[in-house]
């Protein structure tokens, strides 16, 4: 089965530049989609196809893919992007989600 | 406004039975493809299954195949997981999410809208 790879944390300081990665084999040829889940909440998408963000998504989430590396990147990150991030691609008829990041913000 | 709203959680013995449903509205539900997805305490998301806009294509995550059945009513705007069998691991918090396609196997599949959730105990 296909598996997507997070790191399990990354911290970042207040304004500065936060990166999330998902690994996997052949991903770039796949289309990586990013969701956001705060404590309590359901997961919102940031970010799909690889580089679009849905109506509503502040300009600072932006994403990448190639290779078999997706990036979420987050630019003058706010506190208010604490929060789990996670990564999903499609594979074989299966919706396939990376285990989590949790990105601290300090 | 698209609206999910799941209901039917609550605890259950192992081996037992469930029938989750995700009740529908703010957008033509027989035009999208339509998902359950779970989340076990403290843990990540797990997609469970989808069905596709008109309900001919199913599919399952390995870990509740044979187990749990997906199906839509697609006059009612609803979608219900049927799940059987039950495993102490199956105990989630478990969404409705409609997805961005139609069809379940889009390449470009995403999930645009989620609902709050409905919780699933498998407990004696």
Partial sequence: ?????????????????????????????????????????????????????????????????????????????????EADYYCQAWDSSTVVFGGGTKLTVL | EVQLLESGGGLVQPGGSLRLSCAASGFTFSNYAMNWVRQAPGKGLEWVSGSSGGGGTTTYADSVRGRFTISRDTPRSTLDLQMTALRPEDTAVYYCAKAATQSIAAADLYLDYWGQGTLVTVSS
């Fill in chain 1, 1 to 81: 089965s296909y598996e997507l790879t997070q790191p399990p944390s990354v911290s970042v300081s207040p304004g500065q530049t936060a990166s999330i990665t998902c690994s996997a084999d052949k991903l770039g040829y796949k289309f990586a989609s990013w969701y956001q889940q705060k404590p309590g909440q359901s997961p919102v998408v940031v970010i799909y196809e690889d580089t679009k963000r849905p109506s509503g998504i502040p300009g600072r989430f932006s994403g990448s893919n190639s290779g078999n590396t997706a990036t979420l990147t987050i630019s003058g990150t706010q506190t208010m992007d």
